[in-house]
């Protein structure tokens, strides 16, 4: 059974940063693409950034600069370091793989960042 387990998140003042993690089972994240979204209330869930098995990293325009996605394959964990966050980043942060067409999501871990 896969299963993908985020935590990080919290609340954080403009301008900090946290580190997202997501911890799977189940399944062995270097072989699969793999990604962290995010949706905020009343908004749809978006891209942030993915990585694939093979190193290539894709950003939305949003985090680029700011935010770096990595992966650790021993331990089987993917990464969003956040940096220099905006209000605009709060949201609920998913991270998500996929094998071969069928696409596995984390419960989520939330980001709220507020002075």
């Known amino acids: 059974q896969v299963q993908l387990v985020e935590s990080g998140g919290g609340l954080v003042q403009p301008g900090g940063s946290l580190r997202l993690s997501c911890a799977a089972s189940?399944?062995?994240?270097?072989?699969?693409?793999m990604g962290w979204y995010r949706q905020a209330p009343g908004k749809q869930r978006e891209l942030v950034a993915t990585?694939?098995?093979?190193?290539?990293?894709n950003y939305a325009d949003s985090a680029k600069g700011r935010f770096t996605i990595s992966r650790d394959n021993a331990e089987n964990t993917v990464y969003l370091q956040m940096n220099s966050l905006k209000p605009e980043d709060t949201a609920v942060y998913y991270c998500?793989?996929?094998?071969?067409?069928?696409?596995?999501w984390g419960q989520g871990t939330q980001v709220t960042v507020s002075s």
């Open positions: 998500n793989v996929d094998r071969f067409g069928q696409v596995f």
């Open positions: 189940g399944i062995i994240f270097s072989v699969y693409p």
């Open positions: 990585l694939t098995s093979g190193g290539k990293i």
